[in-house]
């Protein structure tokens, strides 16, 4: 549950005011009141979707945590997910019954938070389960749920520092403030501290920093302000408020030297983390330092990206951000070096674009194009209620941090007006300085009120579910034969444009692999008129965002723009799908990368398999017999020739081969005569368009396993697959149905086995991908390594039984079934998500009504079909690939005696 970095930094920074910076056209408006036992509540209307984003932010983080005990916040943040006096069960059921998105907690050094999207008709049960688990949840703490999570969170630990530069940011903060500092640990802990946390523990810190006075709730959706303040008042109104806080003040931390510190991982390139103290959250010196960190090194045309990427290639990717907390902040410079590079090459390039910023500061072009990045950021943040950096998020950052929920706006103020002298100030100042205070000032009174809430009936019952609601689709084609496709949403003022083509990483058959994901990865590296850097520059001089990518089955160049610089951002959007560059200089910078990644890929458990386990599944010569990372092979990448980039884009980017896709704020009328401007002359070659063959194949009569070595690994890495229908057959729903009871949510019978009741895995999935060809079906089950074999014997009898003697139960359909059909109300809440369903359907030749035929066919499904799509799993049919220290692995896997065992290199190739 708690996030990594560079997923730390966004758990840390999502909702800072700095990250929505924005014009003053958009905002988000809210009315806040507070509750008599101090439960600060704050509402925001959106009526878009019938859904409400309920977000709790508890003012407590691993800051608080007293000396032994790191590690804390973020293990009781787990506890809190396993029920409460009155609901004794896993937290999840009741809101996978009502269709609930974008669950989850996290844990940051400053505070915890909760959150969920849910149908507006089920405010009721969300609002009882939160407020249960705030004022009714002592009693159903226990020894055996504190060992569990324990457990899953020290898997957790393994799992994320098993990776490559696990450690990295650990080590980073340790070393960056004094000890006793409360951000010298981090929120995950130590394995130490962890197996000391007692009950009393759980206990005393729930009563400590649990109550309605440290917290914040936001309601974001489709809600207003009297509704709130009744039902919020009914069910928190009666829990106590808790003890008065102590809370400590801006603490910088300074350092006046240089310090150095060197640590081996096993990685496959060097990198270099440079880190400086800065001041806290809400300061106008936060907000300019981080328009620093965009134009040292928070795009394509950043000075570092510009000179360490593109001019002189020393490294593959480098990066610059901000990082305000509470109490004081980080600024940090990361940059992954290439193959062969000295890490002291790219220190100097460091200090010396440092030193040049410090003296000049930024020019006036890189201080307006930081701004217009951060206005652009936040108006597509705030499309969004929910999740990560949405409404609800950056009203409750600024609540807790600043006391001010509307605190974005002085940010955004501030950042539209900022100097370059005002940037340059901020970057001089913070080389790491600061002192401590600390002020004790009472609470004021609190009290309680009298509530109706009969909480031993149990958790309130949701009758009634809003109807999914999906945008009618329009149809034009051009001139030159494209199709066009619109799905017109004007909630925010912008547009989606995605130029689709029937292509993707199964058109590199007979082609070198990785062709296809390569060459698009190259289209936007330099475009008509334009080189790389200028190319980056005219994107994001417009606000846009243009990429291009492949998957399996498609290929895709996309747009996101700001409404009203539509016009020039569609030029660049062609100059890159119709006119790319292809230099050769940006060839081998990219090829070093690509090769550099695929290195990367090679040290990463997850990716290994999932590198091997395709070719082994389909059969040498499939189309789909690649890694479906998409990168391709070392050999193949290393002989590609522009000549076979160029050859790819001719014979498969092309406008018989096309759709455009359109989703935003415009109508047909408006947009086909922009396409028919940018795309009009486009026309095909005279040579026939490629066509793709996907065979069929044949399932193995018996398992096949596969065993990857990776010495010293404290986990393993499990992945087992087997191939079923493609998502255009008319039983691939029902499928996908079983599949979510078998292995496909948080409550499924493989996660609830290994994580739940066993405590031997942080978290346990199996899916299947849509394709055209037949699908992949993966289950994946990163273990305790110790417990490999346990866990594949468990793994098998979980299949076997679910296929025989335990099939489906009319409870666990239900479950499903509800989860599946009340989550699609909420599903199609922004334009990517609208974009991403509108492409399914006409990539599989779906009807336009395909979401509400998909409702009624879930809802009219019975158990008998669920049952009967459920034997295409089939245990002896299935290959095995295991990643893992060969010498732990190895004698628990033959001790199972499920047939041969192969061990493969990370290429693939027998030992």
């Known amino acids: 549950m708690i996030q990594r970095l560079r997923g730390l930094l966004a758990v840390l920074c999502c909702a800072l005011p700095l990250a929505a910076a924005a014009s003053a056209t958009v905002d988000i408006p809210y009315e806040a009141f507070t509750l008599d036992n101090g439960l600060r509540v704050i509402v925001h209307t959106d009526r878009k979707a019938p859904i409400v984003a309920v977000n709790v932010w508890y003012h407590v983080g691993s800051k608080n945590e007293p000396e032994g005990r790191s590690g804390f916040a973020h293990l009781f943040e787990h506890l809190m997910f396993q029920g409460s006096e009155n609901y004794d069960d896993e937290y999840f059921k009741p809101f996978e019954q009502v269709g609930a998105t974008g669950q989850n907690g996290t844990t940051s050094f400053d505070r915890t938070n909760y959150f969920q999207n849910v149908p507006t008709t089920a405010l009721d049960m969300a609002l009882w389960m939160e407020s249960d688990r705030m004022g009714h949840f002592l009693g159903a703490i226990t020894q055996e749920r504190l060992d569990e999570q324990r457990d899953v969170v020290k898997n957790e630990k393994r799992q994320r520092y098993g990776q490559p530069y696990g450690q990295a940011w650990e080590r980073l903060f340790e070393a960056s403030f004094p000890q006793g500092h409360p951000y010298s640990w981090m929120p995950i802990g130590s394995m130490e501290d962890l197996d000391a946390a007692t009950l009393d523990d759980v206990k005393d810190w729930f009563q400590t920093w649990y109550g309605p006075s440290n917290a914040v709730l936001v309601l974001a959706g489709d809600i207003d302000v009297p509704t709130a303040k009744e039902k919020v008042t009914r069910y928190f109104g009666d829990i106590p408020a808790g003890p008065p806080l102590s809370r400590p003040e801006q603490w910088v931390a300074a350092r006046t030297e240089s310090t150095r510190e060197v640590m081996h991982d096993r990685v ?13 959250y809400g300061t106008a010196e936060a907000d300019y330092l981080a328009l620093a960190a965009q134009i040292l090194g928070g795009g394509p045309s950043s000075r570092l990206q510009a000179r360490l990427v593109h001019e002189e290639q020393l490294v593959s990717n480098v990066f610059a951000s901000a990082m305000p907390l509470e109490l004081s902040g980080m600024f940090m410079i990361v940059a992954t070096v290439k193959d062969g590079v000295d890490p002291a090459q790219v220190e100097a390039v460091i200090d010396e ?76 100042q913070r080389l790491g300085q600061g002192d401590h205070t600390l002020t004790i000032l009472p609470f004021p009174p609190h009290a309680t009120v ?105 290929a895709t160049v996309y747009l996101s723009a700001l409404r009203d610089r539509l016009d020039p951002s569609l030029a660049l959007f062609a100059d890159v799908a119709l006119r790319p560059r292809f230099g050769e200089d940006e060839i081998e910078r990219v090829r070093r990368q690509w090769l550099a990644g695929i290195a990367q890929e090679k040290t990463r458990p997850q990716s290994v398999a999932y590198r091997l386990l395709p070719p082994l ?27 076979d980039l160029v050859a790819f884009h001719r014979d498969w980017l092309r406008p018989d081969n096309a759709r455009f896709i359109v989703v935003g704020d415009i109508s047909m009328e408006e947009i086909v005569p922009l396409l028919e401007k940018h795309f009009g002359g486009w026309e095909a070659p005279a040579t026939p368009r490629p066509a793709k063959n996907v065979t069929t194949v044949a399932r193995p009569d018996r398992p096949r396993i596969y065993l990857v070595d990776q010495p010293g690994s404290p986990q393993a890495n499990i992945l087992a697959g087997l191939l079923v229908a493609p998502a255009a057959d008319e039983d691939s729903l029902e499928f996908d149905l079983a599949n979510g009871i078998f292995g496909g949510t948080f409550t499924s019978r493989i996660n609830m086995n290994l994580r739940e009741d066993k405590g031997w895995s942080y978290g346990v999935r199996s899916s299947a991908s849509d394709t055209e060809g037949q699908r992949p079906w993966i289950l994946s089950a990163p273990v305790d390594i110790a417990r490999t074999g346990d866990s594949m014997r468990e793994l098998i009898a979980e299949i076997e039984a679910f296929t025989g003697d335990r099939p489906a139960e009319p409870e666990e359909l239900e479950k499903i079934r509800a989860n599946r059909v009340r989550s699609l109300p909420g599903r199609y809440e922004t334009a990517s998500a609208v974009l991403g369903a509108v492409s399914e359907i006409v990539r599989y030749g779906w009807p336009d009504d395909h979401v509400v035929r998909e409702q009624q066919r879930i809802e009219t499904m019975s158990l008998a079909e669920v049952r009967a799509a459920a034997r295409a799993l089939d245990a002896d049919a299935l290959t095995w690939v295991v990643v893992g220290d060969l010498a732990q692995i190895e004698p628990q896997v033959r001790a199972l005696d499920l047939g041969e065992v192969v061990v493969l290199d990370a290429d693939g190739r027998p030992r």
């Open 268 to 280: 496959a390139q060097a990198r270099v983390y440079r880190a400086w103290n800065i001041g806290n």
């Open 353 to 428: 674009e440092l030193a040049k910023f410090l003296d000049k500061g930024p020019t006036r072009a890189e201080l307006a194009q930081a701004k217009t990045r951060f206005r652009a950021n936040f108006v597509r943040g705030v499309e969004r209620v929910g999740g990560f950096g949405g409404k609800s998020d950056v009203l409750a950052g600024c609540a807790v941090y600043t006391g001010d929920p509307g605190c974005f706006r002085a940010s955004a103020e501030r950042i539209e007006s900022a100097s370059a002298a005002d940037v340059r100030g901020a970057a001089r």
């Open 450 to 554: 009298a509530t109706d809430v009969d909480r031993s009936q149990g958790v309130p019952q949701v009758d009634e579910f809003p109807q999914v609601t999906f945008p009618g689709l329009e149809r034009a084609t051009l001139k030159n034969g494209i199709e066009v496709v619109l799905a017109e949403r004007r909630e925010i003022p912008v547009v989606q444009v995605q130029l689709a083509f029937d292509a993707g990483y199964a058109a590199d058959v007979g082609r070198k692999l990785g062709t296809a994901s390569f060459t698009m990865s190259m289209l936007d590296e330099g475009a008509g008129k334009r080189g790389a850097l200028e190319l980056a520059a005219a994107i994001e001089s417009e606000g846009a965002m243009i990429g291009a990518g492949a998957g399996l089955d498609s």
């Open 617 to 643: 599944l389909y059969g040498a010569g499939h189309a789909y017999a690649i890694p479906f990372t998409g990168s391709g092979t070392e050999e193949a990448i290393a002989s590609l020739t522009r000549d």
